[in-house]
């Protein structure tokens, strides 16, 4: 989807959708994929650094406690 993201065309998407994914999940994970591509290549130009093991372990139980909105 990155890569070659004109590439792509509605038959391309079928599969998905003969198992069961709807046009807004589809739509939901396009978009996913769009911004983990933006902030991947957001975090590579500005030398942002990766969280520590330990960030991701508090962020991990605060997220199963509290959600994304806590």
């Not at 079928?14 to 902030?39: H, K």
Request: proline share 3%; hydrophobic share 40%.
């Amino acid at each position: 989807m990155n890569r070659e993201s004109t590439q792509i065309r509605r038959d391309d998407l079928d599969p998905a959708r003969a198992a069961g994914w709807t046009d807004e999940a589809l739509y939901d994970a396009i978009t996913v994929c769009a911004l983990f591509n933006f902030y991947n290549v957001w975090i590579d130009a500005t030398g942002v650094h990766d969280l520590p093991a330990a960030g991701y372990e508090a962020s991990g139980k605060r997220l199963a406690t509290q959600g994304y909105s806590g």
